[in-house]
């Protein structure tokens, strides 16, 4: 049972990148799902969360990033347009399902001129 997280990188103010994270040994739809991101120095927060109450979103990103998942291929994605300085941060995804709590490895985007 994991989480593979891939897609992150550097990029410049105003670009995107999407993150993925492949599930495998179990079934994401089945899952309440989100992306955290921790920032150097920081605590780890929730930035984007898709759930049995919707999708919800941080005020810092809304607009701007979109969760979503394709089920076929068993993967959460999280797009990232018109990215600042400030979203410089390790991101990790996250699945929950009561007692079951599955994290991603971190991956890093860094944006910076």
């Known amino acids: 049972v994991q989480l593979q997280a891939s897609g992150g990188g550097s990029v410049q103010p105003g670009g995107s990148l999407r993150l993925s994270c492949a599930a495998s040994?179990?079934?994401?739809?089945?899952?309440?799902i989100g992306w955290f991101r921790q920032p150097p120095g920081k605590e780890r927060e929730e930035i984007a969360c898709?759930?049995?109450?919707?999708?919800k979103y941080d005020d810092s990103v809304k607009g701007r990033f979109t969760i979503s998942i394709d089920d076929a291929k068993n993967t959460l994605y999280l797009q990232m347009n018109n990215l600042k300085p400030e979203v410089t941060a390790v991101y990790y995804c996250?699945?929950?399902?009561?007692?079951?709590?599955?994290w991603g490895h971190g991956t890093l985007v860094t944006v910076s001129s």
């Open positions: 996250n699945a929950v399902d009561g007692p079951y709590d599955y």
């Open positions: 040994g179990f079934t994401l739809d089945q899952y309440s």
């Open positions: 898709s759930g049995s109450d919707g999708i």
